[in-house]
């Protein structure tokens, strides 16, 4: 059984003491591809993905400035992002968008920067990966007005909106990612929304060191416990778990081209109408 976890933060220092074991616990879990996120280290380490990267050829980077930093992001920033985003191990721009939990940073000041790194991704090339909290209605109005004339597409990363919110982003192209809290008691309606999807959209992620799925709440997440997140997903649309894992990974492998990659960054399948 081969899995992807689309999404995990392998540089944070909940790593430290152990990365390696942690990546080798990966690879025993069947895991043979992770996209680490460079977005959410703050803004002086905006490369933080990339040495994961350039030493594992089953690794992929990410790019971008997270929400939570919107109010330091600089021209001298958006700047970097766009040599950085050259790196032939970069395959996307992300994770980048909206969170309305907090006030802070302001919502225009998250929507300027949102709407700047769109303009940038989309000159690179690059899809984008989604982080959208409590913001659905102004995160979706940006991408159909900005993102989806580009046909590039993207992300929505730990999925935790509605069955009309997931079909108003597959129908700009983009897959549906589910974390480790599709396997909370409490997330039955998310269940609902992941059993009604195309299969061809779908995703599944970790998002580590966050969300551990419900065998191992309370502990840090790390790429193996992806596993389970399959599981639930397999459960919730009555296949096997080796089936939504050969879905998923061929999804993930069919979004990037990574059989086309060999020779330089994998150019992103136009995805901007719904198969």
């Known amino acids: 059984m081969e899995l992807i976890d689309s999404h995990a933060h392998l540089d944070f220092p ?12 990966a690879r025993q879990a069947g895991i043979v591809g992770i996209a680490t ?35 330091e992001a600089t ?3 958006f700047l970097r992002l766009a040599g950085l985003a050259r790196h032939p191990e970069v395959i996307a721009w992300g994770e980048i968008g909206l969170d309305y939990h907090y006030e802070d940073p302001p919502r225009p000041v998250q929507q300027r920067v949102f709407a700047r790194q ?3 991704a989309a000159e690179a090339r690059l899809p984008v990966i989604l982080h959208c909290r409590e913001a659905w209605t102004d995160a979706l109005e940006i991408l159909e007005n900005e993102w989806a004339p580009t ?19 597959i129908a700009m192209g983009f897959l549906v990612s589910f974390a480790g809290n599709l396997t909370y008691p409490k997330s039955e309606p998310l269940r609902q ?4 999807l195309p299969a061809d959209r779908l995703l599944i ?37 080796e089936e939504i894992a050969r879905i998923t990974t061929a999804n993930f492998r069919r979004f990037f081209r990574l059989e086309e990659a060999a020779a330089g960054r994998p150019a992103t399948e136009d995805l901007s109408s719904p198969s």
């Open 151 to 169: 046909g590039l597409a993207g992300i929505l990363h730990c999925f935790t909106g509605s069955l009309e919110e997931a079909r108003r982003g």
């Open 37 to 71: 996120i460079g977005s959410a280290s703050g803004l002086d380490q905006l490369d933080a993905a990339l040495p994961f990267a350039e030493a594992h050829d089953w690794i992929w980077a990410t790019i971008g400035i997270h929400p939570h930093e919107a109010a």
């Open 205 to 241: 992620e970790t998002d580590s060191p966050f969300l551990p799925p419900q065998g191992h709440r309370g502990k840090r997440n790390e790429p193996a416990f992806v596993v389970e997140v399959a599981k639930t997903l397999a459960n919730v649309r009555d296949l096997s778990t």
């Open 118 to 120: 769109l303009e940038l």
């Open 14 to 25: 909940q790593f430290d003491e152990d990365r390696d074991a942690m990546l080798e616990r």
């Open 193 to 196: 929304v992941a059993r009604q």
């Open 75 to 77: 021209e001298e920033h």
